[in-house]
């Protein structure tokens, strides 16, 4: 099992703050991607991150591919309220299997 | 804007029944998997399937469960004999290309196995 682990598991921060999100594993995956999910709903890609080193930015969001493809970052500047979900890493690696993060609740305080 | 759908939203069983979840992936992809989340847990996957054959599958999808794409346009997962601790959401998903293609998921069936 490849594990990827996320940190924090939980967050709580107030409109306008910024955080960012770790995604960690010990293995190397081909690609990344980011989720979001709501409760109750199916996870939505937010970005997939391929080549190591990569930045990629959405609007307020900004992710990055760690160079030797272990491990990425999710940072969100100036949260909204909106931005509360649960964000999931998930990386895919050369056995073609999909492995999903243990996430990261985060809530935006108006 | 293309999605993947899955019916039903709800499926309450009781042990040891066999349950189809169904799901219409988008027209144009060709690869197609299914995932559980166990409710506070994260998304398992289980299976990978392209071109009418599994593709990869996942300690978790033993002999119980089964899928198929019986007609152009749905993909059903089959569970056997239910236990009570499959009761999970179960995610659809498809994808373009497999080997890191973005992967577009259904909203999700929730089985509750009593």
């Known amino acids: 099992t490849q594990l990827l682990e996320q940190s924090p598991q939980f967050l709580s921060i107030q409109e306008g703050e910024n955080l960012t999100v770790y995604c960690n594993s010990s293995?190397?995956?081909?690609?990344l991607q980011w989720y979001r999910q709501e409760p109750g709903e199916g996870p939505v890609l937010l970005v997939t991150v391929v080549t190591g080193g990569e930045v990629k930015k959405l609007k307020r969001l900004t992710f990055q591919f760690g160079d030797a493809r272990k491990d990425s970052s999710l940072h969100i500047t100036a949260a909204q309220p909106g931005d509360t979900g649960l964000y999931l890493c998930a990386g895919y690696n050369t056995g073609n299997q999909f492995y999903f993060g243990t996430g990261t609740s985060l809530t935006v305080i108006p | 804007e293309p999605e993947v759908t899955q019916t039903p939203s709800h499926q309450v069983t009781q042990m040891g029944q066999e349950v189809i979840l169904r799901c219409v992936p988008i027209?144009?992809?060709?690869?197609f998997y299914w995932y559980r989340q166990i409710l506070g847990q994260k998304v398992e996957f289980l299976v990978s399937?392209?071109?009418?054959?599994?593709?990869?599958k996942s300690e978790i999808f033993d002999d119980q469960f089964s899928v198929e794409r019986p007609d152009g346009s749905n993909f059903t997962l089959k569970i056997r004999s239910t236990k009570l601790e499959d009761s999970a959401m179960y995610f659809c998903?498809?994808?373009?290309?497999?080997?890191?293609?973005?992967?577009?998921f259904g909203p999700g069936t929730r089985l509750t196995v009593t």
């Open positions: 293995s190397v995956f081909s690609s």
């Open positions: 027209s144009n992809h060709l690869y």
């Open positions: 399937f392209y071109n009418n054959e599994i593709s990869e």
């Open positions: 998903a498809s994808s373009v290309r497999q080997g890191g293609s973005e992967q577009y």
